[in-house]
């Protein structure tokens, strides 16, 4: 029953999210709208994670552990002038998995380097304190959560903090702002922005439902420096019962969320988009591209993927509609 209700609440929290989103909240007075958009537009934007480091409660630097897979790392946070976020981050040299599908100490040691979720945020200028409100997440435990970090913005760059370990440790995470791209096209214009999941179903050659994923959620964002950030998530999630989760576990967390970022190209005149995968939960997917035809309807983006072949041979016809958030 637990599952059934954190599932809802997911679902509902990402079907509900309006463009007042990151209004503070709390038991004082509502903050004025046009606070909170300059607030929001100080964050809106792209941002590269150039640098992480940890240091103790005396402020000294903590060096790395043998095992440490937080160096090195890529990875960029999205944030919407509407009040909506995503971030997707990648440790380097991840490992292919050996066969088609992964074991579950590939699952695991896959998504151990891999974090990705997304949702809204709220800025609190008086503490300094921005709030990821989360509505999905990789990690089962992270759905659903406020996840608060402390920053600083200096310039073209953002630091965040989340909360001390016990021991007194806090790390922090800094990003670089990626400037826009020169010579945005019309349908780049149109593509910038956050997009909510709205469905997902495969058809015959004959326009016949053979497929369909009722539920599932998540956000597709163009960014305008020329980035895209997937995610997208089953609905039922079940958090892991202990502190490690079980090979079943880790199973249905992997095969129950779908992430990856990277830069994207437009072709105009034939209408589709190219997903260029610089990170992707799956490492064997990194350095693929995905093309997808794109049209518009009203305040709906479908992305259609090329046209494949199931087991007994047939035609599969995918077709993926979102729906606008951003304003």
């Known amino acids: 029953m637990r599952a059934f209700v954190f599932a809802i609440f997911i679902g509902m929290s990402a079907l509900v999210a309006t463009s007042e989103?990151?209004?503070?909240?709390?038991?004082?007075?509502?903050?004025?709208?046009?606070?909170?958009?300059?607030?929001?537009?100080?964050?809106?934007g792209t941002w590269k994670l150039v640098s992480q480091e940890t240091r103790d409660a005396n402020g000294q630097i903590v060096p790395p552990g043998p095992n440490?897979?937080?160096?090195?790392?890529?990875?960029?946070?999205?944030y919407d002038p509407a009040g909506y976020m995503g971030v997707t981050i990648q440790s380097p040299n991840r490992p292919k998995f050996a066969g088609r599908q992964p074991t579950p100490e590939e699952a695991r040691a896959a998504m151990a380097t891999y974090t990705s979720y997304w949702g809204s945020f709220a800025v609190n200028d008086a503490t300094s304190v921005v709030t990821h409100q989360t509505f999905g997440a990789l990690s089962t435990a992270m759905s659903g959560t406020n996840q608060v970090r402390g920053f600083t913005m200096a310039g073209n760059r953002l630091t965040l903090r989340p909360p001390a370990a016990a021991n007194g440790n806090?790390?922090?995470?800094?990003?670089?702002r990626v400037p826009d791209l020169p010579n945005l096209t019309p349908t780049h214009r149109k593509l910038i922005g956050f997009w909510?999941?709205?469905?997902?179903?495969?058809?015959?050659?004959?326009?016949?439902l053979m497929s369909s994923n009722p539920g599932m959620t998540g956000f597709i964002v163009y960014t305008a420096s020329g980035q895209v950030m997937v995610h997208m998530m089953r609905p039922y999630r079940?958090?892991?019962?202990?502190g490690l989760p079980t090979p079943d576990e880790t199973m249905a967390a992997y095969r129950s969320y779908t992430s990856y970022f990277g830069p994207y190209t437009v072709n105009e005149s034939e209408k589709y988009l190219v997903h260029h995968l610089v990170g992707a939960i799956n490492p064997g997917n990194v350095g693929s591209d995905f093309q997808r035809f794109f049209d518009f309807a009203g305040n709906s983006l479908i992305l259609k993927v090329p046209v494949t072949k199931n087991a007994n041979g047939e035609e599969v016809h995918m077709t993926i509609t979102w729906e606008r958030l951003s304003d």
């Open 170 to 176: 806090q790390s922090s995470l800094t990003w670089e």
């Open 68 to 78: 440490a897979n937080n160096i090195g790392r890529l990875g960029y946070i999205v």
């Open 21 to 44: 989103i990151s209004a503070q909240r709390g038991d004082g007075p509502p903050l004025d709208p046009a606070a909170v958009r300059a607030a929001n537009n100080r964050f809106a």
């Open 238 to 242: 079940r958090r892991n019962v202990g």
């Open 196 to 208: 909510k999941l709205i469905s997902m179903e495969s058809r015959s050659a004959k326009g016949e």
